[in-house]
């Protein structure tokens, strides 16, 4: 059963430029987690997002939760070559369910 | 330093030969899981387990079983593979559920 759907399912950019990846989801969540992937490597955990929560921010990262709309962003200020990879939101009910991830390309 | 385990990283056999993966996390975490991940399809769970002896099918458990016997270790067995579980499959634990997991590095799997 797919939870979290991410939008785009792919975007390109130049390095020093921002990426805005979404997710959206179906039911009630208790939380959002946003994972990176690099290449056929184990996932990484970047931020949990709580349900009463709005807004966080991790280093370059900032996550936003609007649970009336369901969804979520995930914004990557100045990216780098080495963020390059897939990004994917996970939903957290009574499992944590991933969504199908957006493959970000940044050229130097 | 804390990580999750996986073996083996890589492996190819044959359609009916049973097989184990094994995984080992040494960050004392309560819940273990597993999922396989498929182009265009993301990771679906497998299997998961709250804690020792309690195991619960994700939303793809066809085909596997999974034991967990000691706190550290999740298993994933395949009693006799088929070419559809050719995949990559990825363990993770976390201290409970609703908190951040901690992936191993995969293990990519073939069934001829």
């Known amino acids: 059963s797919q939870q979290g759907e991410e939008d785009p399912q792919a975007l390109s950019i130049q390095e020093g430029e921002n990426a805005t990846m979404n997710c959206s989801y179906k039911t009630s969540i208790n939380n959002l987690q946003w994972y990176r992937q690099n290449s056929g490597r184990g996932l990484v955990h970047l931020i949990l997002?709580?349900?009463?929560?709005r807004e966080k921010h991790s280093g370059r990262l900032r996550v936003t939760l609007d649970t009336s709309k369901k969804s979520s962003s995930l914004l990557i200020t100045a990216s780098r070559a080495a963020d390059t990879a897939s990004y994917f939101c996970?939903?957290?009910?009574?499992?944590?369910?991933f969504g199908t991830g957006t493959r970000l390309q940044v050229f130097p | 330093e804390a990580q999750v385990t996986q073996n083996p990283r890589y492996l190819i056999t044959v359609t009916g030969k049973k097989l184990t993966v094994t995984c080992s996390q040494n960050m004392n975490h309560e819940y273990m899981s597993w999922y396989r991940q498929d182009p265009g399809l993301g990771l679906r769970q497998i299997y998961y387990s709250m804690n020792v002896e309690v195991t619960d099918k994700g939303d793809v458990p066809e085909g596997y079983k999974v034991s967990r016997k000691e706190k550290r270790n999740f298993p994933l067995i395949l009693e006799s593979p088929s070419p559809n579980q050719t995949s990559l499959y990825f363990c993770?634990?976390?201290?409970?559920?609703?908190?951040?997991?901690?992936f191993g590095p995969g293990t990519r799997l073939t069934v001829t």
């Open positions: 996970a939903t957290n009910t009574d499992k944590l369910i």
């Open positions: 993770a634990s976390s201290q409970n559920l609703p908190q951040e997991q901690y």
């Open positions: 997002i709580r349900s009463n929560e």
